[in-house]
């Protein structure tokens, strides 16, 4: 079953914790993005990769971090530097001029 | 400024009543438009893909459009399960590695 999982689906963070999101392909596409969307907004860049080892920041990378060791992983983590985490987070993959979403994380701090 | 402006923020429509959504985009160089439905709590949904002005792509009841400056969805007797929010972005040849998203029209079909 190919696709792009996202875990876990719903995530609450207490103030000034890091948190981790996961998100695996196995789509064999050497691009990966990571999203925020926020109500009324439309999606927001935080980070993207290329190539294994290698990513870029998006618009929005204050807060937050990310590694890309293999191919079908692109973890992104929330840290306590990102003063507003609150927000659906959304993993792609992008093969030529498409990107393919997952399902989404919703990050709640209690 | 805005890279990608969609319109309206909103609709309404009765069961059968066609319409269509705007999504303008502001920088030249384009090399891909794209069309995706996203259904509450849920990731977004591939549609479609527009290259050129003039290109046309169809799918059930949508169907999207291209000019050099934006891009329609037209929905043909559009059905309740067409109720969504549709997200327009693009991608410009100058940096292909980002996409550039609108904020979305959503849409409510009442039976």
């Known amino acids: 079953d190919g696709g792009i999982t996202q875990s876990p689906k719903y995530l609450f963070r207490k103030e000034g914790q890091n948190v981790t999101l996961s998100c695996e392909q196995n789509?064999?596409?050497?691009?990966m993005y990571w999203y925020r969307q926020d109500p009324g907004q439309g999606l927001r860049l935080i980070y993207y990769?290329?190539?294994?080892?290698?990513?870029q920041k998006g618009d929005i990378a204050e807060g937050y971090s990310v590694s890309r060791e293999k191919k079908e992983s692109f973890p992104l983590t929330v840290t306590s530097a990102q003063k507003n985490p609150t927000a659906f987070y959304l993993c792609?993959?992008?093969?030529?001029?498409?990107?393919?979403f997952g399902q989404g994380t919703r990050l709640t701090v209690v | 400024e805005d890279q990608v402006t969609q319109s309206p923020e909103a609709l309404r429509l009765q069961e059968g009543e066609s319409s269509s959504l705007n999504c303008s985009y502001t920088?030249?160089?384009?090399?891909?438009l794209f069309w995706y439905r996203q259904d509450p709590g849920k990731g977004p949904e591939f549609l479609f893909t527009l290259y050129s002005a003039g290109e046309e792509k169809e799918k059930e009841r949508l169907k999207a459009t291209l000019t050099k400056k934006e891009s329609f969805l037209h929905i043909t007797a559009p059905k309740p399960e067409d109720s969504a929010t549709y997200l327009c972005a693009v991608q410009y040849n100058v940096d292909f590695n980002k996409f550039y998203f609108g904020s979305g029209t959503k849409l409510n079909v009442k039976p």
């Open positions: 920088v030249s160089g384009l090399r891909g």
């Open positions: 990769s290329q190539i294994v080892n290698d990513f």
């Open positions: 792609a993959t992008g093969e030529g001029t498409e990107a393919f």
């Open positions: 789509l064999n596409h050497d691009a």
